[in-house]
């Protein structure tokens, strides 16, 4: 059984910018248990000789080169921007970071 | 927040022992950015150089600049590092605006280069040998300007303006093993070493390294622990910090504060920092992050980076010399005085003087022009000497003419105006200006007889043995011949002529 609190949930959730009522961390709670111990019984089968499945595909080294490519206008960067001004994204203070 | 209490600095290193570690990020000068193509580039309109890459538009795609790969080899290679065989990229995933993606593409597990090392040598001579664990690739975020609240700082913004240009911007970030033995030395040790690789870097010419300009940009982890514990202090990151008096100053700072709380029975916060240069302290940031919280994973959108041994020995014979062996061997070629020296590393006029001497010039002589003349003129025009409009090739040329007497040291300044004042290569400026010394003795003879029929008791006094005397007409003569001529041979033609 692995250690999937409902704190552990809350601070995920929080990490993720997404809000649960305490019904919901109950039963995320359970259902990320399932996951995370499923996968510790796969990692059981995992030996050293398995490769890493993050990129499946054998391709390395597909490069651009260092070209100058045309960029957007400002006026359409901000176009879809819920908020503007001074020719830049308009945000909510945040405060945890400098 | 104010200043907080400090213990003395010698008593906190008497008392503890300073572990330091350090973070440098290099901003690569690459023309694009690391992910897509917009223009790297500082200092444009907000928001002009970005693209649905950058800004993290739904359904984008990055693709990984060549050329900044081959700079982030060579910077590895550089500090003496390990190159990856093969390396991915990760996202880190925070939210904070500014990154529009909500992560950053950057480099986890699997560093493009490692276990390197860097010999740092401070003003004395003193060298400390500090270990590199890693270097990695990633991007820059976009820059964020707080609107509101007294200061413009983050606390009591109302708002924050983000500009993306930065964002994507290609980063190296070069990270050091835990430094110990630096003691008393370890603020100035901080210093040095980000002193270094922004010289090293700069020499590569793979990024401007412009500390004022946020290219080089420096983390300092600082904690200290009582002599004999084996288990590392707690330490705090300072972060950001941008010149390298500061990354002095703030370590120094940090030292103090711990060793302050440590001595008072209290214990010190992980947490980031933040430098305040004006009035010399650092405040509480968040809290560290666990490295878990980033929740890291393999980036799916770019596949792996595997540099081939042939393409990393490419890179290799392109390095310049290290910039400390190359001082040392030009400064034992030149032969000059510690000072002399000094002063063309600090007024950072190394490729000038050397590029002079490359030209024909003898060293003391381009050293003169460079941190003499040139400077003073450069100072007067408000520019960097390093801009001046004139070649080390043209001031060779011009200290030949000088050694070979068809210049005097006044003309050659004429002549170097004239170049400045774009009329062309020294020979183009002295045809142009008339700058010739009068070489024909005839017009310069008759020039000291009409200077001396005005002050005839001149040769009876030179006769006298009042050699001195002769400074008078020859004053007379220079003015009359435009300073065209070699004073020298002037007081040669009067000390003949009272034969």
């Keep these: 059984m692995s250690e999937i609190t409902p704190d552990l949930v809350r601070h995920l959730a929080s990490l993720s910018r997404i809000l649960v009522t305490d019904e919901e961390v109950a039963t995320l709670a359970g259902e990320l248990n399932v996951i995370v111990d499923s996968i510790a019984i796969v990692t059981q089968a995992v030996k050293g000789d398995v490769l890493a499945t993050s990129h499946p595909?054998?391709?390395?080294?597909?490069?651009?080169?260092?070209?100058?490519e045309p960029s957007l206008t400002q006026e359409s960067a901000l176009s879809a921007a819920p908020d503007s001004a001074e020719g830049r994204f308009r945000v909510a203070a945040i405060l945890d970071e400098e | 927040m104010a200043k907080e209490a400090l213990m003395p600095y010698e008593q906190a290193i008497e008392q503890f022992e300073v572990v330091i570690g350090l973070e440098v990020h290099v901003?690569?000068?690459?023309?694009?950015?690391?992910?897509?193509?917009?223009?790297?580039?500082?200092?444009?309109e907000p928001n002009t150089n970005v693209c649905p890459i950058c800004i993290g538009l739904p359904g984008s795609l990055p693709a990984v600049n060549k050329k900044a790969v081959e700079s982030s080899i060579a910077i590895g290679l550089a500090l003496g590092c390990q190159i990856a065989p093969t390396g991915r990229f990760s996202r880190k995933n925070y939210f904070y605006p500014d990154l529009a993606k909500n992560f950053q593409t950057s480099q986890y597990d699997e560093p493009i280069a490692s276990e390197g090392k860097i010999n740092i040598e401070l003003e004395d001579g003193v060298v400390f040998e500090v270990l590199i664990e890693r270097a990695h690739m990633e991007e820059d975020a976009g820059k964020l300007t707080h609107i509101g609240g007294a200061t413009g700082r983050i606390q009591g913004a109302e708002y924050s303006l983000v500009d993306y240009n930065r964002a994507g911007v290609p980063l190296v970030e070069i990270v050091t093993k835990p430094v110990y033995g630096a003691g008393a030395r370890a603020p100035e040790l901080a210093a040095a070493y980000v002193h270094a690789i922004r010289e090293i870097v700069k020499s590569m010419n793979v990024s401007d390294a412009r500390m004022e300009r946020g290219n080089v940009r420096c983390d300092a982890n600082v904690s200290i622990r009582p002599y004999g514990q084996t288990k590392l202090g707690t330490r705090t990151e300072t972060k950001n910090v941008n010149s390298l008096r500061s990354v002095e100053n703030a370590v120094r700072y940090e030292i103090q504060r711990q060793a302050h709380i440590l001595a008072n029975?209290?214990?010190?916060?992980?947490?980031?920092?933040?430098?305040?240069?004006?009035?010399?302290?650092?405040?509480?940031?968040?809290?560290?992050?666990?490295?878990?919280?980033?929740?890291?994973?393999?980036?799916?959108d770019l596949v792996p980076v595997q540099p081939s041994l042939a393409w990393i020995e490419e890179i290799r014979a392109t390095l310049p010399e290290n910039p400390g062996l190359r001082r040392k061997r030009l400064m034992e070629a030149w032969g000059f005085a510690e000072l002399e020296f000094r002063d063309v590393v600090n007024s950072d006029l190394l490729d000038q003087v050397e590029a002079t001497v490359a030209a024909g010039a003898a060293p003391q002589a381009a050293r003169k022009w460079w941190t003499g003349e040139l400077a003073r003129l450069a100072n007067s025009q408000e520019v960097a000497v390093q801009d001046l409009s004139i070649t080390p090739t043209q001031v060779a040329k011009i200290q030949q003419l000088i050694d070979s007497g068809e210049l005097t040291d006044r003309m050659a300044r004429d002549v170097v105006a004239g170049v400045l004042a774009g009329?062309?290569?020294?020979?183009?400026?002295?045809?142009?200006?008339?700058?010739?010394?009068?070489?024909?003795?005839?017009?310069?003879?008759?020039?000291?007889?009409?200077?001396?029929?005005?002050?005839?008791?001149?040769?009876?006094?030179?006769?006298?043995?009042?050699?001195?005397?002769?400074?008078?007409?020859?004053?007379?003569?220079?003015?009359?011949?435009?300073?065209?001529?070699?004073?020298?041979?002037?007081?040669?033609?009067?000390?003949?002529?009272?034969?």
């Design chain 1, 57 to 68: 595909i054998p391709m390395a080294n597909v490069f651009r080169e260092d070209v100058v």
């Design chain 2, 27 to 44: 901003e690569l000068n690459t023309k694009s950015k690391m992910f897509c193509g917009c223009a790297n580039i500082f200092g444009n």
């Design chain 2, 265 to 300: 029975g209290g214990t010190i916060t992980q947490e980031t920092r933040h430098w305040h240069e004006d009035r010399g302290y650092t405040s509480a940031g968040r809290p560290k992050s666990d490295a878990d919280d980033y929740r890291y994973f393999p980036e799916p």
């Design chain 2, 423 to 499: 009329e062309g290569d020294p020979e183009a400026v002295i045809e142009k200006r008339g700058l010739k010394v009068v070489s024909d003795d005839g017009a310069l003879i008759a020039a000291i007889d009409e200077a001396l029929a005005k002050q005839p008791d001149v040769l009876e006094k030179i006769r006298e043995g009042k050699v001195q005397a002769a400074g008078a007409v020859i004053g007379a003569v220079m003015q009359a011949m435009r300073g065209q001529v070699d004073a020298a041979r002037v007081r040669e033609l009067i000390l003949e002529r009272a034969k």
